[in-house]
């Protein structure tokens, strides 16, 4: 059945480094747009950042500059790039699948599980 699973979490050190990745099976990857969103406790869902079918990318101007989002359409892969990370960065990192490429979670279909990342001061 059509699936995300998130990986590459953990416990890193403020201004150190990360990368997720999110493995998709039983679709066709490469039609869609994929994003990754974060929650952290008591919190919404938060966009954090987009690459569409295309390969064009939107990042939230809270990650812009520090993460890099990437797609392997051959491997059925989105990864998410994290550099410089700061303790507010602390969330369970989503990924999902979307119709096309936006900023609402709404417009997202199908959700992987997530993975959290913990920034310490």
């Known amino acids: 059945q059509a699936q995300l699973v998130e990986s590459g979490g953990g416990l890193v050190e403020a201004g150190g480094s990360l990368t997720l990745s999110c493995a998709a099976s039983?679709?066709?990857?490469?039609?869609?747009?994929m994003g990754w969103f974060r929650q952290a406790p008591g919190k919404e869902r938060e966009f954090v950042a987009l690459i569409g079918s295309g390969g064009n990318t939107d990042y939230a101007d809270s990650v812009k500059g520090r993460f890099t989002i990437s797609r392997d359409n051959a491997k059925n892969t989105v990864a998410l790039e994290m550099n410089r990370l700061k303790v507010e960065d602390t969330a369970v990192y989503l990924c999902?699948?979307?119709?096309?490429?936006?900023?609402?979670?709404?417009?997202?279909?199908?959700w992987g599980q997530g993975t959290q990342v913990t920034v310490s001061s």
């Open positions: 999902a699948r979307g119709n096309y490429a936006s900023r609402m979670p709404t417009n997202y279909d199908l």
């Open positions: 039983g679709w066709s990857f490469s039609l869609y747009a």
